[in-house]
């Protein structure tokens, strides 16, 4: 068994339910994340698209966390999820500085890293994460990916726009994303037309206060 992650792009609405029940089923503190939605807008008024994006921890293959753990707090369960010992974790902070993807915390209240874990705890009585429950239109798709007849097999197998984050580093991440943007994945991608912007038009005031 090999679990993975997927998400239809065109199907996210960004209504954040998934994130909220994330923060509920795992106690993520108020200021931190196992899971978020961006947002990226796309075009020129009127001619504008809003892009929403689930962003959580990769469960990658090759996970940079996992070899840069001093203590091996971060390591893999049998079914491929890249999970975190709390009682071994030393709160060194090596994980998310290696981590090219952002995604592990550090807990304020236990003093050791956090992250995505897929709700490992939920799995193994067999129920589904936290998220994909919640979602309301089915973007979130969960499964194992050594099984052809599992539904995240059969969507990996019928879209040829199959895109994961950073593929350029070699992480093999486990999850994936269709029926997106190449902007929505990457910052890069989008398009930085010359001349003005924020940061190259800085002015000055005449004068300060009065008349």
């Given at each position: ?160 726009d199959v895109m994961v984050r950073k593929p350029e580093l070699n992480t ?40």
């Open positions: 068994m090999k679990l993975g992650f997927l998400v239809d792009l065109s199907r996210c609405m960004g209504c954040m339910a998934c994130a909220v029940a994330c923060k509920a089923e795992n106690n993520v503190p108020l200021h931190s994340w196992r899971l978020r939605v961006k947002y990226i807008d796309q075009g020129e008024f009127p001619d504008v698209k809003r892009h929403f994006v689930p962003l959580r921890c990769n469960h990658c293959e090759n996970a940079p966390c996992e070899r840069i753990c001093p203590v091996s707090a971060l390591h893999y369960l049998p079914n491929g999820i890249v999970n975190v010992d709390h009682d071994r974790c030393i709160g060194c902070a090596s994980c998310m500085m290696a981590c090219p993807y952002n995604a592990i915390y550090l807990d304020p209240i236990t003093n050791s890293a956090d992250k995505c874990t897929y709700c490992a705890h939920r799995i193994e009585v067999g129920m589904m994460p936290a998220c994909v429950v919640a979602c309301p239109t089915h973007a979130n798709i969960f499964g194992d990916l050594d099984d052809p007849e599992s539904e995240i097999s059969k969507y990996l197998k019928e879209h040829r093999h991440p486990k999850h994936f994303y269709v029926r997106g943007s190449t902007v929505a994945l990457d910052p890069l991608a989008s398009e930085r037309p010359e001349g003005f912007t924020l940061f190259t038009e800085v002015k000055f005031l005449d004068h300060i206060g009065g008349h």
